[in-house]
Nanobody
Framework: QVQLVESGGGSVQAGGSLRLSCAAF????????MAWFRQAPGKERERVAF???????TYADSAKGRFTISKDNAKNTSYLQMNSLKPEDTAMYYC????????????WGQGTQVTVSS
C-alpha cells in the first residue's frame, strides 16, 4: 500500500508562485510514476503534469511553460513548481501514483487547495 501526502498549497496573487510537495510512504518510490491532477468546482478533473515510464514529463496545455513536475527519489517526494499563476489555476490539487507500466493511478493524496486571486 502506498500513502501520498501533499503539502504546499495556499493563497497567492496572480503572477505568484507555489511549490507543491507529495511525499510517498510505503513502497519503492522509484517504481512509481507520479502525476499531479487538479479539480476546480464544477469542472472535470485535469491531469496537469505526469511522469511517463521512461522518465519523460508531459504537461497539460494549461500548464506548459509555467508548471514543472519533478521528483527526488532519495526523499520519496514529487514536486509541482507552479509559476506565473493565474486565477483559473484555482483548484484542489491532487498527487497521484501508478505502478509504471500500468495505466491506472491507484494511489491518491488527500489534496491541497490552491487559490489564486486577481
Amino acid at each position: 500500500q502506498v500513502q501520498l501526502v501533499e503539502s504546499g498549497g495556499g493563497s497567492v496573487q496572480a503572477g505568484g508562485s507555489l511549490r507543491l510537495s507529495c511525499a510517498a510512504f510505503g513502497y519503492a518510490f522509484s517504481e512509481l510514476c507520479m502525476a499531479w491532477f487538479r479539480q476546480a468546482p464544477g469542472k472535470e478533473r485535469e491531469r496537469v503534469a505526469f511522469f511517463d515510464v521512461d522518465g519523460s514529463t508531459t504537461y497539460a496545455d494549461s500548464a506548459k511553460g509555467r508548471f514543472t513536475i519533478s521528483k527526488d527519489n532519495a526523499k520519496n517526494t514529487s514536486y509541482l513548481q507552479m509559476n506565473s499563476l493565474k486565477p483559473e489555476d484555482t483548484a484542489m490539487y491532487y498527487c497521484a501514483a501508478r505502478w509504471c507500466g500500468w495505466s491506472t493511478y491507484s494511489y491518491w493524496g488527500q489534496g491541497t487547495q490552491v487559490t489564486v486571486s486577481s
